[in-house]
């Protein structure tokens, strides 16, 4: 019996360690313009498909500050198609630069 209850213990740790869920907050609404999951009503054309990787630390959004300075540099309008993954244990995040026209 002593050793059935920390058995049981672990098992039970074991069993919820493997489930999480992420969040990544929205950009506020003066911010350069950002779509997930839909696209823009204007017509655009793209201009690149820009990438983030970080450490075991990094935040999406970090990450998707990092994206929306590539958009910066290259002068784009807007972030479409933002994904976040892992890459191993890397987050990553990925996005569409567009240029209105």
């Known amino acids: 019996m002593k050793l059935l209850l920390p058995a049981l213990a672990l098992t039970a740790a074991g069993l919820t360690g493997c489930i999480s869920t992420r969040t990544a907050p929205l950009p506020a609404d003066g911010a350069a313009q950002v ?10 054309r793209e201009l690149a498909y820009v990438e ?19 958009q910066a540099r290259l002068q784009g309008d807007a972030l479409v198609q933002v994904r976040y993954d892992f890459v191993f244990w890397w987050p990553h995040a990925g996005a569409v630069v567009v240029k209105y026209q």
């Open 52 to 70: 983030a990787t970080g450490n075991a630390f990094t935040t999406r959004p970090q990450l998707l500050r990092k994206l929306q300075q590539q």
């Open 35 to 44: 779509y997930f999951t839909r696209l823009p009503e204007r017509p655009y």
